[in-house]
């Protein structure tokens, strides 16, 4: 008996945590359209200059290895007596080192991510082709647009390796703005679709 009322209950408690984000995301739907805005336009300004978007990712990441190097460092000091010291220092190093090298020469920075960027799409491609079609009878008709969707990775993939260098200076930047794009236009359709729970 207790087995059916904890099942019964479950369903509750989900449909009662859902109304509370939905009344949560309802009273703050101004900040959520205004943030959704500013990403968007970040991510316009990032497809119209993808060159300074893509040396504006490789500083952030270099200020974030700089960053978490230190803390390594620090951290590992602070722990000095506990097993791996040696290896964690080094790592912390390592970090503010390939910090430092991409804050001198972000281009160069900028063209090693763009190959990473570019081998990366290309892996996850062939393997969601692969995956799609090996599992098709279980996917049903999403298989088709595994496939698609991998098909499409190995055509950007091709485009930034092929165009390497040149690539480097548009290809970070064009794919950080696209995403931006998406996310802010996500960030206004809540946004928009919360508006009328508003109180």
């Known amino acids: 008996m207790s087995m059916l009322n904890n ?9 009662v945590l859902r109304e509370q984000i939905t009344a ?20 316009l300004a990032a497809v119209v200059v993808p060159p300074l978007a893509s040396i504006a990712v490789t500083l952030f990441l270099a200020w974030l290895f700089i960053v978490m190097g ?28 390939a910090g430092v090298v991409l804050l001198l020469r972000p281009i160069a920075g ?5 190959i990473i960027v570019g081998a990366f799409l290309l892996v996850e491609g062939v393997t969601t082709i692969m995956y799609a079609l090996e599992h098709r009878k279980s996917l049903s ?9 991998g098909v499409c990775n190995l055509i950007i ?15 970070i930047g064009l794919l950080v703005g696209i995403d931006l794009l998406f ?10 679709s919360a508006r009328k729970y508003a109180v």
């Open 110 to 114: 900028t063209l090693t991510l763009t």
């Open 24 to 43: 949560e995301v309802a009273r703050h739907w101004k900040a959520y359209l205004a943030e959704g805005i500013v990403i968007m336009l970040l991510g």
């Open 157 to 171: 993939a091709a485009f930034i390796i092929l165009g390497l260098p040149g690539s480097a200076l548009w290809a």
């Open 141 to 149: 008709e999403r298989w088709g647009w595994m496939v698609a969707s």
């Open 70 to 97: 230190i803390a390594g460092i620090i951290f590992a000091f602070w722990a000095r007596n506990a097993p791996g010291f040696w290896w964690s220092l080094i790592s912390a190093v390592v970090a503010v080192i």
């Open 183 to 192: 996310t802010g236009a996500t960030l206004i359709g809540l946004a928009m």
């Open 7 to 15: 099942g019964s209950q479950a369903p509750d408690a989900r449909g």
